[in-house]
């Protein structure tokens, strides 16, 4: 295995940081770049069915979009992703109370200071090509308990699967919830919509919400709904479908209860122009799709500003609001318990 890592200047945070990108390049040229501040996924460029090499993951090229990023594009999402209801919830007795950053109800991706807008150490494997960040997450950080140590592993192979890998251990019982919250353009970033994606989620069921995107503690089948994505269907092809859950949110932006246990192919996509496609697996009971409703004017890579829907995001999760409901799986870590997940993000193309 021939895998070649190169850091280079990032530039400079607000704060005078020091920024450093990390470039993973398979032997065939194909390539993932990282930055060290919020352990970002900032590029995945892989062939088209053509052959040319193309840059399909939304962001910014400079650290002042990434510093702002409201999509929270490519970004390390931490200690708890998605949303908890009205910010609170209670552990071993005692209540917590965290910022309401998601329309002043829930908190939303841990709140305003997520672990994407931090900087992180960093640990170079050239034998195996990966980038290991670290970040050590104090107690109280965010309005969690305990102390939070993880590592965020990122690897790229020849066949141009990329891996995550996430590992970490806390000083007191605490929530958990980890994700990357990369957002996908298989035809390209820049280059539009992803409405006319192909999109399979391996799910029989999905999370109904309120209309503050909290579930309401049931799983319920996607049979009959427009969430129903068993078999491939583009993106857009049940968008404007007369549904509550999609007035609620936009559009699609729900979480779907994964079949199976264990690492397994969670979702598939291609796009319809390109003919790059993508599986995403995991070993997380659900995944949140995103099809991008609320991305506004973002001026992203290249000079290219992203819109509405140009760009989707698969993130692989516990549900939404589970340290609330007992029903679902639970995200509590016990005290020096190890917390260990892998997603893996696997690119080819069609013929």
């Not at 850091?7 to 390049?25: A, E, H, L, P």
């Not at 992180?120 to 050239?126: E, F």
């Amino acid at each position: 295995m021939t895998i070649a890592i190169k850091q280079s200047s990032f530039g400079k945070t607000s704060r005078g940081q020091n920024v450093t990108s990390y470039r993973i390049t398979n032997s065939r040229g194909h390539y993932i770049t990282l930055l060290d501040y919020g352990a970002i996924l900032k590029d995945i460029v892989v062939p088209d069915r053509a052959g040319r090499l193309t840059d399909v993951a939304l962001g910014y090229d400079s650290i002042g979009g990434y510093e702002k990023n409201p999509p929270h594009m490519g970004g390390t999402i931490g200690r708890n992703c998605n949303r908890i209801s009205s910010g609170e919830f209670s552990l071993s007795g005692k209540k917590y109370n965290l910022s309401l950053n998601d329309s002043g109800v829930n908190n939303l991706h841990s709140g305003p200071e997520g672990y994407e807008f931090r900087m992180w150490s960093t640990a170079i494997d050239r034998e195996n090509g990966s980038v290991t960040f670290s970040l050590v997450s104090p107690d109280g950080d965010q309005g969690f308990p305990g102390q939070f140590r993880i590592n965020v592993t990122y690897s790229l192979s020849e066949d141009d699967r990329v891996t995550i890998h996430y590992e970490g251990t806390a000083s007191e019982d605490t929530v958990v919830n980890m994700t990357n919250h990369s957002y996908f353009n298989l035809n390209g970033e820049g280059s539009g919509s992803v409405l006319g994606h192909s999109l399979r989620i391996m799910a029989r069921g999905y999370t109904p919400v309120n209309r503050h995107s909290i579930p309401l503690g049931t799983v319920e089948p996607v049979a009959g709904t427009p969430l129903d994505f068993r078999k491939p269907k583009a993106i857009g092809q049940d968008l404007e479908a007369d549904n509550e859950q999609l007035r609620f949110t936009g559009g699609f932006d729900h979480n779907f209860a994964l079949d199976g246990d264990g690492f397994r192919k969670a979702a598939e996509a291609a796009g319809e122009r390109s003919g790059i496609t993508l599986a995403v697996y995991t070993d997380q009971p659900g995944i949140q799709m995103y099809a991008g409703n609320y991305l506004s004017v973002e001026n992203g890579k290249k000079g290219h500003v992203y819109g509405s829907h140009h760009g989707f995001a698969l993130e692989t999760q516990h549900f939404p609001d589970s340290v609330n409901n007992t029903r679902f799986p639970s995200v509590i870590l016990r005290a020096g318990e190890l917390y260990s997940t892998t997603t893996c993000y696997q690119f080819g193309v069609t013929h």
